[in-house]
T-cell receptor, first 109, second 112 residues
C-alpha cells in the first residue's frame, strides 16, 4: 500500500472550514484514498473515500488532485465535536486498513 | 441497530494470565479485524479474518490468538506470551464491498 504523509497537527476556528492535507505521491492506479477520524478513546469512524473524482457526503468533501498524488479532506463548518485525529489511508479495494499517525485537528472557539 | 459490540470496556488482569476480549457484530460483515493502539500512536493490526474458520496474522500477532467459528464473532485472546499487553484494543468489520470499516468502541486492557 502507498505511504501517506500528513501534518502532525492543525488548528481550526469553530465555524470555519477545516482543510486537512494528505500526500500520497506513490499511489497506484487501483488504490483508493480513505479518511477516518478517531475521537479520543473511541473507535475510528469512517468519513469518506474516493478513487479519482472528488466526493462529498454529509460529513465532508474529498478533493483529489488530478495526478492523484495528494488529497484534501474538507470539513465545511468545523465544530468543537470535530476535534479528533484524522487518518488518511491509501489502499487497494479489499485490502486491510493500515493506519499511520494521522493529523490531530483541534477546533477552537 | 446494527453495529459492533466489544466487551468489556475496561479489563484488568494480573501479569501471566490469559485474557479473552469479545467482539460481536450483527452487520452480516464477512471480514473482521483486531487492532491494538498504544497511547499517542496509530492503530496496529494484530489479526484479521476474511471468512469463517480462516484468519491471518497481522503485523504484531506474537502473543495473541484468535478464532472465527461464527461469522458474528471474532474473539481475541491475549496470552501470557505478550510482553506488553496493556493497550487499547479495537475490533472492526467490513462488508464484502470493502469500503467503510465499522469499529467497536474498544476495550482498554490493563495488566498489573
Amino acid at each position: 500500500d502507498a505511504k501517506t504523509t500528513q501534518p502532525p497537527s492543525m488548528d481550526c476556528a469553530e465555524g470555519r472550514a477545516a482543510n486537512l492535507p494528505c500526500n500520497h505521491s506513490t499511489i497506484s492506479g487501483n488504490e483508493y484514498v480513505y479518511w477516518y477520524r478517531q475521537i479520543h478513546s473511541q473507535g475510528p469512524q469512517y468519513i469518506i473515500h474516493g478513487l479519482k473524482n472528488n466526493e462529498t457526503n454529509e460529513m465532508a468533501s474529498l478533493i483529489i488532485t488530478e495526478d492523484r498524488k495528494s488529497s484534501t479532506l474538507i470539513l465545511p463548518h468545523a465544530t468543537l465535536r470535530d476535534t479528533a485525529v484524522y487518518y488518511c489511508i491509501v489502499r487497494p479495494y479489499g485490502n486491510k486498513l493500515v493506519f499511520g499517525a494521522g493529523t490531530i485537528l483541534r477546533v477552537k472557539s | 441497530d446494527g453495529g459492533i459490540t466489544q466487551s468489556p470496556k475496561y479489563l484488568f488482569r494480573k501479569e501471566g494470565q490469559n485474557v479473552t476480549l469479545s467482539c460481536e457484530q450483527n452487520l452480516n460483515h464477512d471480514a473482521m479485524y483486531w487492532y491494538r493502539q498504544d497511547p499517542g500512536q496509530g492503530l496496529r493490526l494484530i489479526y484479521y479474518s476474511q471468512i469463517v474458520n480462516d484468519f491471518q496474522k497481522g503485523d504484531i500477532a506474537e502473543g495473541y490468538s484468535v478464532s472465527r467459528e461464527k461469522k458474528e464473532s471474532f474473539p481475541l485472546t491475549v496470552t501470557s506470551a505478550q510482553k506488553n499487553p496493556t493497550a487499547f484494543y479495537l475490533c472492526a468489520s467490513v462488508s464484502s464491498e470493502g469500503y467503510g470499516y465499522t469499529f467497536g468502541s474498544g476495550t482498554r486492557l490493563t495488566v498489573v
